[in-house]
């Protein structure tokens, strides 16, 4: 009897204990991600998924150069209006399809075609694409985009089974099935995607975790509590205000960098009526404006000092700042004097902020700054969905909204101040620039895009249809027993080489 | 009886009808475009077109209004904006998560407030009235969200009893289905235990006044059973009542009380639709909350004329 006992308190212990051998990672996410599928996909917590789910063409390192994953090697003719990639052979979707030029060529024109794709305008240069072997495609190009090949590291890129696309159509979000890491087991809306480790996943040999679950919470005291209390084992985008909290918890491990990201105010020049006010007509007075602004300190105050100060579309420790415009430093009297020589001594603005709480009180301090140059702002706080329209109806006079950036420079400026952007909410139009970063996207030389871009920067900041404030970090907080996370500054998280113990 | 029932359900078709004009109205009224929050931060114009059309929200508004009715008489309360998952599919998904918190809720309040009212009426006056009003009064002030943050930190993070938030279907893991709900429903529970509390010693002390009670005492009825079987059973009618009603408060409650905890129930996904403009999933989740909020009050009505032989003769 007491064997018999002693056995089944064996058999049953070890039943127990085998979920024990598979090591389950749980990510806390800000928001819920929306529809699973690459091409319809517009969340920025949906590509945190997808890093896990789908591989790309091709990825960045922590410097946003450009890397191989899908494809091993890529070439752009002469003119730059061709580009042929290699690609990587033995490559499986999770439903067995196996990866080959047949399937990016259906992959980039479903991406291209389909009603619902989100993806066309970042695919508008792509004349065509085919396969010229069983492994090796050749994109063809209407003019020469050098930006592609960014776009390609995301959405754009990610490779979908193209027999489950084909299934499924527009409906594939509710099964995504793609070549990445983990395959997709399930999901419910706005409480949890669960993943599981792909084995036959081509780099599995350097995937530790064996079951990724992701949990949206969107309260970032209740996402760090769930951290502390073993709920979660990692979480993205700490609040700032809570570093102080993760540094003293002696459980906890953290790690940050600098977002690809700005933070900017968007001033009325030319949409609609209401840019005719003297802040839209007059550069004088919105470079009074940037001056009146202690940018240094607004970091140090709202963002802990995890922020950096900045007065352009990258950062100041990204290689395409313009070093010759450094981030102003506050000047009250030269604000002033710029003011006078507008011929205004007081002038009245209504800013229209989004309403939640870390805005608003970056606005409040930046409103108190300017009022002593003679700015009488008043803020308008608004719900974010309400703030988007008004500004692209152009009912604002001044708008602060962010962008959470894009790998190449393009993405960060051209669709917002060429003329026929298509973010161009100021409706700000200058040849000149629009000359400048249309030939930015064709040289395929960095040192020639370089000097295209200082010139237009130049431009900009004299014009300044775009009030830069500065960037955010990306903070990242995990269990010590998470090893191996490696941040980049695209905010996403790889789990190639990140393991968990204890 | 039944042609009672009939009735009451007869009534409420024109009900229905009003609240789903004011579902559709009232956020076509709302400032922010669905698609411009749909088409991402890019915002294609190509993409934007498809969407308006796919959606039909180039239509005028009343057309679209009887689309969209047309379609839920006939059972289809359309396609999320946001997920693309049929409306109806979410909100079967969604409506057992916040039963179970609403459920859980009431049981707290209920076992909190009543045996508190009925003692604060006996004890009337008295240190015990005292503490149970002061009880109350806090419990009614104290904000849900700020209640249920000091309970994560204390219960989850410092004393690790609790887990922080989530939730586990009930019959996939009854422990930790429990486990996960039991601090968003005292949370919840705990202001409309406040209430009952009140109304309960309130209708207790006009009871425990009335002649009969006088009588049963003079005849030698215990006191006990003087005040569960003569004096409760009568108190308890407007107390049926409030639970109902309370049940509207409940589901309102839930709303905060879902994104603190990050209950992935009806609040949460209410919430986020309004957030999104997911107009689909708003509207359908406004007439499956009125459609249960009628059903609740004719519970209670029959629970009324159950309890109360009287209101029989008057059907």
């Not at chain 1, 130049?458 to 970090?473: A, E, F, R, T, W």
């Given at each position: 009897m007491k064997t018999a006992r002693f056995i089944a308190t064996l058999v049953v212990g070890a039943i127990l204990a085998f979920p024990a051998f598979a090591t389950e990672l749980k990510i806390g996410l800000q928001d819920d991600a929306d529809v699973l599928d690459p091409a319809q996909s517009r969340t920025f917590v949906g590509r945190i998924v997808y890093t896990a789910?789908?591989?790309?063409?091709?990825?960045?390192?922590?410097?946003?150069?450009?890397?191989?994953?899908?494809?091993?090697?890529?070439?752009?003719?002469?003119?730059?209006?061709?580009?042929?990639?290699?690609?990587?052979?033995?490559?499986?979707?999770?439903?067995?399809?196996?990866?080959?030029?047949?399937?990016v060529v259906a992959n980039i024109e479903r991406s291209k075609t389909l009603p619902e794709s989100r993806r066309k305008s970042e695919l508008t240069s792509v004349k065509t694409v085919e396969a010229i072997g069983d492994y090796q495609v050749r994109f063809t190009l209407n003019s020469p985009d050098v930006t592609l090949l960014a776009q390609l590291s995301d959405r754009a890129g990610m490779m979908v089974s193209p027999k489950a696309a084909a299934e499924m159509g527009a409906n594939f979000g509710n099964k995504p099935i793609c070549s990445g890491p983990f395959k997709f087991v399930e999901r419910v809306q706005q409480d949890r995607i669960v993943l599981e480790k792909f084995p036959q996943y081509w780099n599995a040999a350097n995937i530790f975790i064996d079951k990724l679950t992701f949990l949206p919470i969107p309260d970032t005291t209740v996402r760090l509590a769930n951290l502390q209390s073993g709920d979660l084992d990692m979480l993205e985008r700490l609040a700032a205000s809570d570093l102080d909290a993760v540094k003293s918890d002696s459980s906890l491990n953290y790690a940050d960098t600098i977002n690809i990201g700005y933070m900017a105010l968007y001033a009325n020049i030319?949409?609609?009526?209401?840019?005719?006010?003297?802040?839209?007509?007059?550069?004088?007075?919105?470079?009074?404006?940037?001056?009146?602004?202690?940018?240094?300190?607004?970091?140090q105050v709202v963002y802990e000092g995890t922020s950096v100060a900045g007065n352009q579309p990258y950062a100041p420790n990204s290689p395409w700042f313009d070093k010759d415009i450094p981030v102003p430093a506050r000047d009250v009297e030269k604000a002033k004097a710029l003011m006078k020589e507008a011929g205004h001594e007081k002038l009245d603005i209504e800013l229209q902020v989004?309403?939640?709480?870390?805005?608003?009180?970056?606005?409040?301090?930046?409103?108190?700054?300017?009022?002593?140059?003679?700015?009488?702002?008043?803020?308008?706080a608004t719900e974010f969905a309400t703030l988007l329209s008004e500004q692209t109806a152009g009912n604002y006079q001044l708008s602060r909204s962010d962008w959470s950036g894009r790998v190449d420079p393009d993405g960060n400026l051209h669709q917002f101040v060429t003329c026929k952007g298509g973010i161009n909410d100021v409706k700000y139009c200058n040849p000149e620039v629009d000359a400048l970063l249309n030939d930015a996207r064709k040289s395929t030389d960095n040192a020639v895009r370089k000097?295209?871009?200082?010139?237009?920067?130049?431009?900009?900041?004299?014009?300044?249809?775009?009030?830069?404030?500065?960037?955010?970090?990306?903070?990242?907080?995990?269990?010590?027993?998470?090893?191996?996370?490696?941040p980049y500054p695209d905010g996403m998280i790889r789990l190639q080489g990140v393991k968990k113990s204890g | 009886?039944?042609?009672?029932?009939?009735?009451?359900?007869?009534?409420?078709?024109?009900?229905?009808?009003?609240?789903?004009?004011?579902?559709?109205?009232?956020?076509?009224?709302?400032?922010?475009?669905?698609?411009?929050?749909?088409?991402?931060?890019e915002r294609d114009p190509q993409v934007i077109e498809f969407l308006r059309d796919k959606y039909r929200l180039n239509d005028?508004?009343?057309?679209?209004?009887?689309?969209?009715?047309?379609?839920?008489?006939?059972?289809?309360?359309?396609?999320?904006?946001?997920?693309?998952?049929?409306v109806l599919s979410l909100i079967a998904e969604k409506l057992p998560v916040t039963i179970q918190l609403a459920i859980m809720a009431m049981i707290f309040a209920l076992a909190i407030g009543v045996p508190i009212g009925i003692l604060a009426a006996v004890k009337k006056n008295t240190w015990i009235d005292y503490v149970a009003n002061i009880v109350a009064l806090s419990g009614l002030s104290v904000p849900n969200f700020w209640m249920g943050i000091m309970l994560i930190l204390l219960v989850s993070v410092k004393l690790g009893w609790l887990p922080a938030s989530g939730y586990e279907p009930f019959f996939s893991d009854p422990v930790r289905s429990l486990q996960t709900m039991i601090m968003p429903a005292f949370v919840l529970g705990l202001a409309l235990a406040a209430t009952l509390m009140r109304h309960t010693r309130?209708?207790?002390?006009?009871?425990?006044?009335?002649?009969?009670?006088?009588?049963?005492?003079?005849?030698?009825?215990?006191?006990?059973?003087?005040?569960?079987?003569?004096?409760?059973?009568?108190?308890?009618?407007?107390?049926?009542?409030?639970?109902?009603?309370?049940?509207?408060?409940?589901l309102a409650g839930a709303v905060l009380t879902e994104q603190i905890f990050t209950i992935p129930g009806f609040g949460k996904l209410i919430v986020d639709a309004v957030f999104n403009r997911?107009?689909?999933?708003?509207?359908?989740v406004v007439l499956c909350t009125a459609i249960g909020f009628i059903l609740m009050n004719l519970v209670a009505d029959v629970l009324y004329v159950l309890l109360n032989p009287r209101m029989r003769a008057a059907l």
């Open positions: 789910l789908c591989d790309k063409l091709v990825d960045v390192n922590q410097k946003l150069d450009i890397v191989p994953q899908l494809a091993t090697d890529w070439k752009w003719s002469e003119d730059g209006t061709e580009l042929v990639m290699d690609l990587r052979q033995g490559v499986t979707f999770h439903d067995g399809t196996p990866f080959n030029a047949a399937a030319a949409n609609g009526p209401r840019a005719d006010n003297p802040f839209g007509k007059d550069k004088r007075l919105r470079q009074a404006f940037s001056l009146a602004i202690d940018r240094e300190a607004v970091n989004p309403n939640n709480p870390v805005a608003m009180q970056m606005m409040q301090i930046i409103q108190s700054m300017v009022a002593e140059a003679g700015f009488n702002v008043t803020l308008k000097q295209k871009y200082d010139a237009a920067a130049k431009i900009l900041n004299d014009d300044m249809p775009v009030i830069y404030l500065g960037h955010q970090s990306y903070i990242w907080a995990f269990k010590k027993g998470v090893t191996g996370f490696v | 009886m039944y042609t009672y029932i009939g009735k009451r359900l007869l009534l409420a078709i024109p009900t229905l009808i009003i609240i789903s004009i004011f579902a559709f109205s009232l956020q076509k009224l709302l400032p922010g475009d669905p698609i411009l929050a749909m088409a991402g931060e005028p508004v009343v057309y679209q209004y009887f689309y969209w009715i047309g379609a839920v008489v006939q059972g289809d309360f359309g396609i999320s904006l946001r997920t693309n998952q049929p309130s209708s207790m002390l006009s009871v425990l006044r009335s002649d009969y009670i006088r009588t049963a005492r003079a005849k030698g009825v215990s006191e006990q059973a003087v005040i569960l079987q003569h004096s409760f059973r009568n108190a308890l009618l407007p107390i049926v009542t409030l639970t109902a009603l309370l049940f509207g408060e409940l997911d107009y689909a999933v708003v509207q359908g």
